[in-house]
């Protein structure tokens, strides 16, 4: 800093003398945090299940065929099932989970951090997917055939995310 210039604030608080101690009681995810991954892949399963109903909204209350009805294809439903929409999903931040539980992996280290890798980047390009087919129509040269072609892309990106969420719960000893 320039000798002519000083700040007018105090500067940041000082650092706790144990800040480089900590227990890895608190680094160990906790059974309910390690449940959120069964439940997150129970949820993917289930959208995988049921793609087309899940990811397609109608107006409410309408029993006429589809074209009638005004339905539309939702391609961020997959958003909210990857744990992009609420704190409370249970896949939400749950990289930061499958972090934590590295010590509690039970077989080869090496597949369940090259999986965990691999969960961010799908989780990720499945997020943009969705977000990028949900503006299809409004993109110059989109339309419904762009909706879909990407929401084909993302569901390809949920079948990959699920068979990763399926090594890392397999290395956890987490039944799903």
């Known amino acids: 800093m320039d000798s002519q210039m000083q700040t007018r604030g ?3 608080p ?3 003398k144990d800040l480089g101690s900590t227990s890895c009681s608190k680094c160990t995810p906790t059974d309910d945090e390690l449940q959120r991954l069964a439940l997150g892949y129970k949820r993917l399963k ?3 299940d049921n793609w087309e109903s899940e990811t397609t909204i109608c107006i409410r209350g ?3 065929s589809y074209e009638n009805c005004g339905c539309l294809r939702d391609p961020l439903v997959v958003q909210s099932y990857m744990g992009f929409k609420s704190m409370k999903d249970p896949l939400f931040k749950i990289d930061q989970i499958m972090i934590k539980a590295q010590p509690l992996v039970t077989g080869d280290q090496d597949k369940y951090a090259e999986a965990v ?3 961010v980047e799908k989780a990720n390009d ?3 997917m969705a977000y990028v087919s949900s503006w299809g129509e409004a993109n110059p040269g989109g339309g ?3 909706v879909r072609r990407y929401l084909e892309k993302s569901r390809k990106g949920v079948v990959e995310s699920v068979d990763i969420l399926k090594v890392i719960c397999d290395s956890l000893d ?3």
């Open 10 to 12: 105090t500067g940041p």
């Open 126 to 128: 499945g997020n943009v």
């Open 46 to 48: 289930y959208l995988l």
């Open 62 to 64: 309408c029993k006429g």
């Open 14 to 16: 000082p650092l706790p």
């Open 117 to 119: 890798e691999r969960w």
């Open 174 to 176: 987490i039944k799903v």
């Open 144 to 146: 419904e055939s762009e």
